[in-house]
């Protein structure tokens, strides 16, 4: 009787420690995907001084990772956040090139270093988007101040 109610305790132990683990990455991973959101808002702030073709094409880029990022948040939290991972680092990239302002709040903390420790390459980001998405991307005009309202580039 005792082994039988070892057996299940551990058990229960274990499922409640792997469910809780598993909750708090999927939160890690929302708020991460949320700051992106922040972080892309501020590449397309300082991108609207800036008279480069290359600039607007990298914005409509983050646009489209960031939309199949949270678009597979749900279905497929791994491609999620190799997607996520992808946008922080090239939103730093351009913001360290192209403000002046501290990026303090977009770099990675440790537990975010500890959960993206192996990210995979992305690839083929347009087949994870309809074919609506990607018009609305390719037609907006990211000097536009307001061009984030009618996309869904946050989770709620």
Request: aromatic share 10%; with cysteine; net charge positive.
């Amino acid at each position: 009787m005792m082994k039988n109610f070892t057996k299940c305790l551990t058990m229960c132990v274990f499922l409640v420690v792997f469910f809780n683990t598993k909750a708090q990455n999927s939160d890690l991973l929302k708020t991460f995907i949320n700051k992106n959101d922040i972080a892309i808002r501020s590449v397309q702030k300082y991108s609207i001084n800036l008279n480069d073709p290359a600039i607007d094409a990298t914005v409509k880029e983050l646009l489209r990772f960031q939309i199949a990022s949270v678009k597979l948040f749900s279905s497929n939290q791994n491609k999620s956040a190799d997607i996520a991972y992808l946008i922080r680092e090239k939103c730093l990239d351009f913001l360290t090139k192209n403000s002046n302002t501290p990026l303090e709040y977009f770099k990675l903390s440790d537990k975010e270093t500890s959960f993206f420790s192996s990210p995979k390459p992305v690839d083929k980001i347009d087949s994870q988007l309809n074919k609506s998405e990607l018009q609305k991307i390719n037609s907006v005009d990211v000097k536009n101040p307001h061009l984030f309202d009618g996309i869904n580039t946050r989770i709620n």
